[in-house]
């Protein structure tokens, strides 16, 4: 798995467990990991974004208290940041995986 994502489950007697995300979306792998050529394309940056979301949706779906802590490196409020990535590109997949949901129950 090419994300930083740590996951904790947590159960409390009569309550729904709580699942928590811990994230950090990276630019580019580490230099000594064996994947790290071209792992800062925009391609490979989708692919490991894609991938963190995916996994989020997933936990949503465990119906299940779910909390995500992340620092994803896209700056949602401003459409110019960093366009030689083509971070808004990378804004939009949450949208197109529905991730964005209420889940307020």
């Known amino acids: 798995d090419d994300t930083c994502t740590i996951w904790v489950e947590i159960h409390t007697p009569n309550k729904k467990p709580i699942l928590i995300m811990g994230s950090y ?30 996994k989020w949706t997933l936990a949503l779906n465990e119906n299940k208290h779910t909390i995500v802590l992340m620092d994803d490196n896209i700056d949602t409020t401003n459409n110019d940041h960093n366009n030689k990535y083509k971070i808004q590109q990378l ?15």
């Open 25 to 54: 979306r990276q630019w580019q792998l580490p230099n000594n990991h064996p994947d790290h050529t071209d792992s800062n394309t925009v391609t490979q940056q989708q692919i490991r974004w894609t991938d963190i979301l995916t």
């Open 91 to 105: 804004k939009n997949i949450p949208r197109n995986l529905q991730i964005i949901t209420n889940n307020a129950d």
